[in-house]
């Protein structure tokens, strides 16, 4: 049906110290229909260790899942298969991360490899930042073919800064170079990846001191990306060089009030797929950041907030139509449905919402089902 999308949802199902307890079941695969706001359940695969982060590809055929699991010296990559005719999810293989605390995972734009970011909290073991994996034709996973340990001065927040630790790895729109966020070093660093898929370092932007870059959205045009600063609470608009990886800043807005921005931590960023409104979530002041997109400088201007429909908003998603916005509110145990504008960005709360524990990260297949 064009209407229905397929819809992938991680849920945290192991104890974990930092997060306020675990009360999903796993890997869901659900049918989103966007007319009814209603969601089927199609698959389910409870034994993934807390499925924290997802990617999948364009049909839904191949999705790949990060587990965090605090006291692993190493995480996984899990790598499955789903089959749309039969809404069978089927289980290929996993691999160790090289690292710990996987934090996030991007499908390589030509589909042939897989990109991970991981935190990292420990010193022992192979303590690597940036991870890429071959997809092998069966959409299974290689073992690592290539890592790097990020290393560098640390940022002014002492208590979240006391190392490196990457958390997002974000490929650019043309392709060939990766943009990895490293929140503990304060930095935006570029890779150019060969044929191979072995990685080159090819530059580094320093972002504010103590903002803590998180995760990256880029433009649909390819020259400019957007950067969610957890630790600042800011958003952050940056000229992109698709070429050299090379980041020029452009200008930098709170995401939320300056009173609340010692009691927030900011999570996930999104771009609408035209380009003209980029949405922040917000943790502790729990709400959707909204800012609109100047089309030729890529400068970003605050629209407002809405609240997030629940408590600590972990992860969102649009629906490749641009229609909605779901936002997987962490600890509400619920995913809140949001109607979009397309003309003013603006979000309204639908009054519909999707009930699973402890969500943490949201995803869609681009083509319907």
Known sequence: MANEFLMFVGTLNREVPYFQGARGDGLHVLAFDENTLSARPLAHFPQVENPTFLSCNADGSRIYVNSEVSDWREGLVTAFGFDRETSALRYLNAQPTLGSIPAQNMISRDGKRLFLANYTVWSEGPDQSFVIFDIRADGSLSPAIASVAHQGDCGPVTARQDR????SATETVAGGVVLVADLGLDQLVAYRIASDGLPQRIGAA????GAGPRH???????????VMNELGSSVAAYGLDAASGALQAINTLPAVPEDSRNTNHCSDIQISPDGRFVYGAN???????IFAVDPETGTLS???????????????????SGRHLLSANQNADRITIFARDAETGALSETGRFIALG????????????
Do not use: E, K, W
Not at 164 to 167: F, G, I, L, N, T
Not at 358 to 369: H, N
């Open 206 to 209: 320093a972002t504010a001191p």
């Open 216 to 226: 990256v959205a880029l433009h649909p045009n390819g020259r400019f990306a957007y």
């Open 283 to 289: 943790r502790g002041h729990d709400s959707i950041a």
């Open 164 to 167: 490196s630790h990457a958390h």
């Open 358 to 369: 402890t969500p943490m990260c949201v995803q869609f297949a681009a083509q319907p089902l």
């Open 302 to 320: 605050a629209g407002g907030f809405v609240p997030c429909g629940g408590a600590t908003p972990r992860h969102m998603a649009l629906t490749p």
